[in-house]
């Protein structure tokens, strides 16, 4: 079984402020639930139903967000780009601005964690996009680095494959020449 060791460059803003997002994220579901069971008379009307699932579909979604955060920072794929980029304007912003605006006049400590957990949000957001943009997973390498690598394919043995339509490519070639059982 061969291992393809793909190098990918970590963004380390973003880890930081993913770490601290988390953090920041967990004392703001923290203080939104301590809120709400300080309401929890007001909880047995439409408004009160419809905070609670605006905090359920908030939580999940902010827990989804810093995955598909991490997933991007750490890994090259697009799928966990795509999630971030809809999860956040699609259902977290909506559920986060109706808990805001649901306890407006209430507490200065939810506004002012709210006011960070956005904050943080927008800098994850503009640093993952501007990250991906810059760091493509099939970016074009320099031509020295290209030549060098096509140099060190010919020096490769071929292998032949009995299976029909299932060659074995360059990149396979790649994969078994880094992968750490060839070393």
């Known amino acids: 079984m061969t291992y393809s060791i793909v190098p990918h460059r970590a ?6 402020l993913l770490q601290a997002n988390t953090y920041v994220s967990m004392v703001w579901a923290m203080s939104y639930l301590i809120h709400m069971l300080f309401r929890l008379n007001h909880l047995w009307n ?3 139903l419809s905070m609670l699932v ?5 939580v999940s979604a902010e827990s989804v967000r810093l995955y598909a955060g991490y997933s991007v920072n750490l890994c090259s794929g697009a799928t966990a780009m795509w999630l971030l980029l809809t ?3 699609c259902i977290l912003l909506p559920a986060m601005v109706f808990l ?4 407006a006049g209430r507490s200065l400590w939810l506004r002012i964690i709210t006011n960070a957990v956005f904050g943080l949000m927008t800098l994850e957001v503009i640093v993952s996009v501007v990250h991906f943009v810059i760091c493509k997973p099939g970016q074009k390498r320099s031509m020295p680095q290209a030549e060098e690598e096509e140099e060190e394919e010919e020096d490769l043995p071929e292998e032949h494959s009995s299976a029909v339509g ?3 490519s ?8 880094r992968s750490p059982e060839s070393k």
């Open 11 to 16: 963004n380390l803003v973003l880890q930081m």
């Open 46 to 48: 439409v408004e009160g």
């Open 54 to 58: 605006a905090y359920t579909l908030a």
């Open 87 to 89: 999860v956040t304007p």
């Open 100 to 103: 805001r605006l649901s306890s």
């Open 166 to 168: 299932s060659p074995t």
């Open 170 to 177: 360059s990149e396979q070639k790649r994969r078994v020449r």
